[in-house]
C-alpha cells in the first residue's frame, strides 16, 4: 500500500515531460545556438521533427542578425526557408567572420550581413535550380572549411 | 707528357665513376709499373672492353669529369633524378664510350646556350617597373630580382680570365679539386663551356669562379653577393653549376630570380625576333620552373608555354564557338574558387540597385551573361526592397553557342524560374551576336508595346563584366558600342574590367606588365584553401592561363585580352560622353565583407579610388568597378535614403 502511494506521489513529483509539448519544446531550442541545435536534432525523432521546424530556426536567425526587412520571411521561405538559410549562409558566414574578427555590433554591418547572407543564398538557390544537370551546386563552397583526411 | 696526362686523368676521372672501382685502380697501377708503350688504344679501357682512342682520351676526361659532376658525386643534393641515373643498369655499347658520355650529358643537361654577345643580362631587360613589396612567392622575386640585377651591374670582381681549357689545366684543378669539391667543381664546369658561352654565362660565371676563387683561399664569401641575397654563398656554387647543369637546387630563391631573368630574357629575344635564342630560353624556363613550387612554377609554365606558342605561330582558332562554351565552364570555376568575380557581380548589383530606386519598371541588359549569376542576388534584393518588387526585365546577350543548344533561353529560364518563386515579375530576352559591336540600339529597346499596359517610365541599366576590352581589338568597335549604349538612354551603366595596361607599347612592356599582373593573380589563388577547391583551382589557374596565352602569343584582332588600366578606360568612358556615378559605401562595406568572408582572404584589398572600387591583392589592384551615366543626364543621383539601402 505504502508503495502504492510512494509511487504515485513520485508520479506526481517525477514532473513534467518536455516531449509532451511540442511547443515549449520548441520554444527552447529556439534558444539554442547552431551547433547545438544541430545536436539537438540527432537526439530522437520527436526532437529531430520539432528542431527542423522553421520558427526554430528564424529565431536562431533573428538573433544572428539583428537586422530585418519586411517581406525577408516570405522570400526566404520562397527560397528554402531559414533553416537552409542558416546552414548554407549565416552560419558559416558568422564563424568564417568571427574567424577573421568582425564583429556586427552596428546595425549597419549587421544590416550588411543580412543582405550579403541573402544574396549568396539566393545564388545557391538558383544553382540548384533546373535539371540539376551540369554541375553540383558549389557557389557557396567557398564558405566551407577544408577538411584535412590524411 | 700527354701519357702522364692520360694517367693523371685515368687514375683521377674514370676511377671514381665507373665501376668497378678497386679492381680497376689495381689494373691500372700495375700497368704504370709495368710501363706501356704509346698505342692506339688506350690499353686500360681496353682491359675492360672499351675502346678508347689514346687521342681521344682527354676528351674522355673531360667529359667523364662533367659527367661526374652532373650526377652529383655524392653532394648532399643529390635527389632522385640523379640516384636513379647513377643506378642505371642499361648498357650502351662499351666501345662507343665518347658518344656514350655524350648521350649521357645530353639526357642531363641542355647545351648551353650559344648566346649572341648582344644579349647582355644587365641590359634595361631587368629594370622592373616597382613591384609591390609583398612577402609573397611569385610577386617577390621581382623585388629580389631587381636587386641582384642592381648588384651586378656594381660587381668589379674577379672576372677570371678563362682561357680555353687546354690539357695542362687538367691535373691543377684535381689537386685544387681534393681540398674544396664543391668550389672548384663549379670552376671546372665553367671553364669547359667556356666557348660556348656569350656574356650571359660569363656573368655566372663570374659569380662561380669567384666564390671558387673566395674557398680556395680564406674561405670567406665575396662581399658582392652576399649582402643584397644571403643566398649567395655555398649554395650559390650548386645553383650556379646548375645554370650550366641543371641539377637540383637548393636555393629555390636564387633560382625564382633566375627563373624571372630567363622569362624577361627570353620575351626580349622574341621582341628582336632572335627566335633561335628564345627557343633556347623557353626551354630553360621550362626545367627551372620545375624546380619551384607554387604560384610561381603555375606562373612560369603559362607563360613559358605562351611564349613557344609565339615562337613556333602555334595560335589555337580562336573563332571556334566550342571555345566560348568552354571558356564559360572555366569561368564558373573560376566564380568559384575567387572573389573577382562574385565582388564585381556584388558592387554593379548595388550601383545597379540605387540606380533603380524609386522605379516601378526596370530593364537590365547584360553584356557578359554566361550563366547569369549576378541576377539572382539583384532580384532577391530587388523583392525585399521596401514598396515591393519592381517588374524586372532582363536582356541577355552571348556569343553563339556550338552545337545549337540556345544556352541562352536556359539561363533565362531557371531565371525566370527563381523569379517565380519569389514573386518578382521577371521578363527575359536573350540575343545571339558574334560581337558586341553587331548590336543596335532598336534591337535592345523595349518594344512599345510594353509599354501600353502603364505610364511607369522604365528605366534601363546596362551591365558588362570583363566584355568591353575584347572589343579593343578591332579599331572602332568600341566607339559603336559606347555609342549604341547611349543611344539606349541608361540611369547607370555598370563596367567591370581589369587594372592592368596590357595593351599599349611594345611587346616587351606587355610581357613584363603581363607577367606581374598574372603573378598576383595566382598568387591569390594559392591561398585559397576551399574544401574540394583542388579541382576549382586549377581550372581557374587553365582560365587565366589561356589569358596569358592571348596576351602573349596573339597579335592583331585575335588578341582579345586587351586590358586597360582603370584611368585609361575612364580617359575613354569620359571621352564617349559618360559621366561618373559615385559608388556607395554600402557597396564598399558589402564587398569588404564580402572578402572577409574567402579563407586566405587576408590578402584581399578593397580600395575606393575616386568613386570607383578595386579589388586587389595586397598592394596590386586587380580588378576595378566603376559606374557611368551619359553626360548631362541632368537628374541629381545621391545616395539613396537608409531604408532603401542595402
Redesign the interface.
Given at each position: 500500500m505504502e508503495n502504492a502511494e510512494e509511487e504515485k506521489e513520485r508520479d506526481n513529483t517525477r514532473g513534467y515531460n518536455i516531449n509532451d509539448n511540442h511547443d515549449l519544446l520548441a520554444e527552447i531550442l529556439a534558444r539554442l545556438d547552431g551547433p547545438s541545435l544541430a545536436a539537438a536534432a540527432s537526439v530522437c525523432r520527436l526532437w529531430h521533427t520539432v528542431s527542423r521546424r522553421d520558427t526554430v530556426w528564424k529565431a536562431l536567425f533573428n538573433r544572428h542578425v539583428a537586422a530585418d526587412?519586411?517581406?525577408?520571411r516570405?522570400?526566404v521561405a520562397?527560397?528554402g526557408g531559414y533553416r537552409r538559410l542558416y546552414c548554407r549562409c549565416v552560419g558559416p558566414?558568422a564563424d568564417?567572420?568571427a574567424v577573421?574578427g568582425?564583429h556586427a555590433t552596428t546595425t549597419?554591418?549587421a544590416?550588411?550581413?543580412l543582405?550579403?547572407s541573402?544574396?549568396?543564398?539566393?545564388?545557391d538557390?538558383?544553382e540548384r535550380?533546373?535539371d540539376g544537370g551540369w554541375?553540383r551546386p558549389?557557389?557557396l563552397?567557398?564558405?566551407?572549411?577544408?577538411?584535412d583526411v590524411s | 707528357m700527354k701519357r702522364e696526362n692520360m694517367d693523371g686523368v685515368a687514375r683521377g676521372g674514370i676511377v671514381r665513376n665507373v665501376a668497378p672501382a678497386p679492381a680497376r685502380m689495381a689494373i691500372m697501377g700495375k700497368a704504370k709499373m709495368m710501363g706501356f708503350d704509346e698505342e692506339t688504344e688506350d690499353e686500360h679501357l681496353a682491359v675492360l672492353g672499351y675502346k678508347v682512342r689514346s687521342s681521344d682520351m682527354e676528351i674522355v676526361a673531360q667529359k667523364l669529369q662533367q659527367l661526374e659532376m652532373a650526377m652529383g658525386g655524392g653532394a648532399p643534393q643529390d635527389d632522385a633524378l640523379l640516384n636513379h641515373l647513377a643506378a642505371d643498369t642499361v648498357h650502351y655499347n662499351p666501345s662507343d664510350i665518347s658518344n656514350w658520355l655524350e648521350s649521357m650529358l645530353s639526357e642531363l643537361s641542355t647545351p648551353p646556350p650559344p648566346l649572341p654577345p648582344v644579349m647582355h643580362p644587365n641590359s634595361g631587360v631587368f629594370d622592373f617597373p616597382p613591384a609591390p613589396m609583398s612577402g609573397h612567392s611569385s610577386s617577390n622575386f621581382f623585388n629580389s630580382a631587381e636587386t641582384l640585377a642592381t648588384m651586378e651591374s656594381a660587381s668589379t670582381v674577379t672576372s677570371i680570365e678563362l682561357s680555353t681549357p687546354s690539357a695542362a689545366m687538367l691535373p691543377a684543378d684535381y689537386s685544387l679539386r681534393s681540398n674544396n669539391a664543391g668550389g672548384n667543381r663549379s670552376a671546372y664546369g665553367s671553364e669547359t663551356h667556356m666557348e660556348n658561352t656569350g656574356p650571359r654565362d660569363r656573368k655566372r660565371m663570374k659569380t662561380s669562379s669567384s666564390s671558387s676563387t673566395s674557398r680556395g683561399g680564406s674561405g670567406g664569401v665575396i662581399g658582392r653577393s652576399a649582402p643584397a641575397i644571403g643566398s649567395m654563398s655555398t649554395s650559390t656554387c650548386g645553383s650556379e653549376v646548375s645554370s650550366a647543369m641543371p641539377v637540383v637546387m637548393e636555393d629555390t630563391q636564387e633560382v625564382g630570380i633566375r627563373l624571372v631573368h630567363a622569362l624577361m630574357a627570353c620575351a626580349e629575344a622574341v621582341q628582336q625576333e632572335n627566335y633561335k635564342a628564345s627557343d633556347i630560353l623557353v626551354k630553360q624556363i621550362s626545367m627551372l620552373a620545375s624546380s619551384q613550387g607554387g604560384a610561381m612554377r603555375k606562373v612560369a609554365g603559362y607563360f613559358a608555354e605562351a611564349l613557344a606558342r609565339r615562337i613556333y605561330c602555334l595560335n589555337p582558332q580562336q573563332d571556334c564557338s566550342l571555345d566560348s562554351a568552354f571558356s564559360d565552364i572555366l569561368q564558373?570555376h573560376f566564380?568559384?574558387?575567387c572573389?573577382y568575380l562574385k565582388f564585381a557581380h556584388?558592387t554593379a548589383?548595388q550601383a545597379i540597385l540605387e540606380a533603380f530606386a524609386g522605379y516601378r519598371r526596370v530593364h537590365v541588359i547584360d553584356f557578359s551573361m554566361k550563366h547569369?549569376?549576378q541576377w539572382?542576388?539583384l532580384?532577391?534584393?530587388l523583392?525585399?526592397r521596401?514598396g515591393?518588387p519592381p517588374s524586372f526585365r532582363l536582356t541577355g546577350i552571348g556569343p553563339p553557342q556550338p552545337d545549337n543548344t540556345d544556352a541562352l533561353q536556359?539561363v533565362g529560364?531557371?531565371?525566370a524560374?527563381?523569379a517565380d518563386?519569389?514573386?518578382v515579375d521577371f521578363e527575359y530576352r536573350g540575343f545571339v551576336a558574334n560581337s558586341l559591336a553587331d548590336l543596335e540600339p532598336y534591337m535592345l529597346e523595349s518594344p512599345s508595346s510594353a509599354n501600353s499596359g502603364s505610364d511607369e517610365p522604365e528605366v534601363v541599366a546596362i551591365n558588362s563584366v570583363f566584355e568591353l576590352h575584347g572589343l579593343l581589338a578591332r579599331p572602332g568597335a568600341l566607339e559603336k558600342v559606347l555609342g549604341t549604349v547611349r543611344a539606349l538612354k541608361p540611369r547607370i551603366v555598370t563596367i567591370v574590367e581589369q587594372d592592368a595596361n596590357h595593351n599599349a607599347g611594345p611587346f616587351m612592356d606587355r610581357f613584363t606588365e603581363a607577367l606581374h599582373f598574372y603573378s598576383t593573380m595566382f598568387d591569390s589563388l594559392e591561398g585559397g584553401?576551399?574544401?574540394?577547391?583542388q579541382q576549382?583551382q586549377f581550372m581557374s589557374e587553365v582560365y587565366l592561363g589561356r589569358q596569358i596565352c592571348n596576351v602573349v602569343a596573339c597579335e592583331g584582332t585575335e588578341r582579345t585580352e586587351r586590358h586597360e588600366t582603370l584611368s585609361q578606360w575612364r580617359g575613354r568612358m569620359r571621352d564617349a560622353d559618360f559621366e561618373p556615378v559615385h559608388l556607395g559605401s554600402?557597396a564598399f562595406?558589402?564587398a569588404s565583407?564580402?572578402l572577409?568572408?574567402?579563407?586566405g582572404?587576408?590578402g584581399y584589398r578593397v580600395e575606393e579610388k575616386d568613386g570607383c572600387l578595386t579589388l586587389g591583392w595586397h598592394t596590386r589592384p586587380l580588378i576595378a568597378t566603376s559606374a557611368w551615366r551619359p553626360a548631362g543626364s541632368g537628374e541629381s543621383f545621391s545616395a539613396p535614403a537608409a531604408s532603401d539601402?542595402?
Open positions: 526587412f519586411p517581406g525577408t516570405a522570400v520562397a527560397l558566414i568564417r567572420l577573421s568582425e549597419e554591418a544590416a550588411a550581413r543582405s550579403l541573402l544574396s549568396l543564398f539566393s545564388i538557390c538558383y535550380l533546373g554541375q558549389s557557389s563552397l567557398f564558405l566551407r572549411s577544408p577538411v | 564558373m566564380y568559384e574558387s572573389p556584388f548589383n547569369g549569376m539572382p542576388a532580384m532577391q534584393a523583392a525585399l521596401p515591393g536556359q529560364w531557371k531565371l524560374q527563381l518563386t519569389i514573386h584553401g576551399i574544401a574540394d577547391g576549382d554600402n562595406k558589402q565583407m564580402l572577409a568572408l574567402f579563407a582572404g587576408d539601402a542595402r
